[in-house]
């Protein structure tokens, strides 16, 4: 069974710091990994995709990077601003329906 | 495109009533999945669907009813509410075909049982 933990819990920073988000997983046979940001009340809005193959995708200022092998992957947000400032999920694809397990998440606020 | 819609927005509902959460998507998604998160906690599978006329079960089915009787909508049923079905639902969809497919959320239903 696929477990996944995020760490940190939460993450305080002030504005223009560089952060970097950890995700680990217990099964490495994975399709892909998504990292999602969940603003309070909202629904999850897709940030980035990594596939099992690739090692990194970026997005502005994102990027993603996935070791399958050792089960890991982390988000790095360059350049933090307020407006970053949500709960930031990961999840793992795999099995015959695709279907994503999720951490409980990091709790990031960025102060100005 | 809408993406994925829900309906109701929040509900509460008294022990022992029913209800069903709607979700439709317009992106001609074969694959849709119910998640519900609790406070604090990661999202569960609750059921999936890959496709019309098919459906199976997640990691939390236990109290809820699914079907899917075209490819645009997969409406969840609660049938006798309980207040451990106290959460928040999300719908998602994706195409399913490919490591490439990213899964697109509704914005949730916010359930609450009395």
């Known amino acids: 069974k696929q477990e996944v933990t995020q760490i940190p819990a939460a993450l305080s920073v002030p504005e223009g710091e560089n952060l970097v988000l950890n995700c680990s997983f217990t099964?490495?046979?994975?399709?892909?990994l998504q990292w999602f940001r969940q603003d309070p009340g909202k629904g999850l809005t897709s940030l980035l995709l990594i596939q099992s193959s690739q090692r990194e995708q970026t997005s502005g200022r994102l990027n993603a990077s996935l070791d399958k092998s050792s089960g890991r992957s982390t988000l790095y947000i360059a350049a933090s601003q307020p407006g970053d400032s949500a709960t930031y999920l990961c999840g793992p694809s795999g099995g015959s329906n695709y279907k994503l397990t999720f951490g409980k998440g990091t709790l990031l606020t960025v102060n100005p | 495109n809408a993406g994925v819609t829900q309906t109701p927005k929040f509900r509460i509902l008294k022990i022992g009533q029913s209800m069903t959460l709607q979700c439709a998507q317009d992106?001609?998604?074969?694959?849709m999945y119910w998640y519900r998160q609790d406070p604090g906690m990661g999202l569960k599978l609750i059921y999936y669907?890959?496709?019309?006329?098919?459906?199976d079960k997640g990691e939390v089915p236990n109290g809820y009813n699914v079907s899917r009787s075209t490819t645009e909508d997969f409406p969840l049923r609660l049938e006798l509410a309980a207040p451990s079905q106290t959460s928040v639902y999300f719908c998602?969809?994706?195409?399913?075909?490919?490591?490439?497919?990213?899964?697109?959320f509704g914005p949730g239903t916010r359930l609450t049982v009395l």
């Open positions: 669907s890959v496709g019309a006329g098919i459906t």
């Open positions: 992106m001609n998604h074969n694959y």
């Open positions: 099964d490495s046979a994975i399709y892909n």
């Open positions: 998602a969809s994706s195409y399913g075909i490919d490591t490439g497919d990213t899964q697109y």
